[in-house]
């Protein structure tokens, strides 16, 4: 079995992958102070209650916070007997190579993003991820990474909001039913959600417009959802993209790493 763990700013996702099909997902915090016995009691006390037998023979982890590194390392070492691969790391190899200005470090979520996509949909493709930060990574023909861009997650705007000024609540974001609020609230989702769903089309459009060609947009994160109520945003969406990634990641590695 393989464990696919996904670390970013605000959550950490591990799934189990069998071979043929993802057994569970579990999520929870990120943070940097925990250690690999805290990460081993909260794991094997919920996949006790999923009721699987585990045989982990495998680990792969992508993480956009470098600190949490050591302690999965550790993690997977210490509980499953395995050196775990690192996207983006030197070691770990790669289906494509980014196409990137020289010396740029691109985001492990990003390249796992791209592989996933990839592999479920061809190349040409926009992938807009709805993370903490809102990012589109823009892939090619072949399937490399070839740059993208970021904004502001969703959440990130709406706690911006509540922080700056004074007298605007905190609110969670749902699509509004109309446009134009009639209380602070529905006006801040409205602003929020309507503005988002402006700048997805907008980028998505230049970025067609900048590579002159048809590409598909693909969708994934957390309030991925939320936004593919809005009729021709997206062509598709993927619900375990970033997991798919590290799936397709891990077996190239197995299969054209060191033996």
């Known amino acids: 079995m393989l464990l696919a763990i996904d670390c970013g700013n605000t959550n950490t996702v591990f799934s189990i992958w069998d071979g043929e099909k993802f057994l569970c997902t579990l999520r929870t915090s990120t ?10 009691t909260w794991f094997s006390t919920l996949i006790q209650h999923y009721g699987i037998e585990l045989d982990i023979t495998d680990v792969i982890i992508s993480t956009t916070v470098p600190r949490v590194v050591f302690n999965l390392r550790v993690f997977a070492d210490r509980f499953f007997g395995c050196r775990p691969i690192v996207v983006g790391k030197p070691e770990c190899l790669l289906p ?5 200005d020289s010396g740029t470090i691109v985001g492990p979520d990003r390249l796992v993003n791209t592989a996933g996509a990839f592999d479920r949909h061809g190349g040409n493709l926009i992938v807009v991820d709805f993370g903490t930060a809102t990012t589109f990574d823009v892939v090619s023909k072949d399937g490399s990474y070839i740059g993208g861009v970021i904004a502001p997650g969703v959440n990130l705007s709406l706690e911006a909001l509540h922080m700056a000024a004074a007298a605007l609540p905190h609110v969670d974001i749902s699509k509004p039913q109309n446009v134009i609020g009639t209380n602070t609230v529905t006006c801040m989702q409205s602003g929020v959600f309507w503005g988002y769903v402006g700048l997805v089309r907008e980028i998505s459009a230049r970025i067609k417009e900048e590579r002159a060609r048809p590409m598909k947009v693909v969708a994934t994160g957390g309030l991925a959802p ?34």
Do not use: S
């Open 31 to 40: 943070h940097h102070a925990r250690t690999a016995d805290a990460y081993f």
């Open 96 to 100: 494509h190579a980014p196409k990137v």
């Open 226 to 259: 939320l936004f593919d109520q809005t009729a021709d945003l997206f062509d598709a969406f993927e619900e375990d993209l970033t997991m798919h990634g590290l799936v397709v990641i891990h077996n190239y590695n197995k299969e054209h790493g060191p033996a």
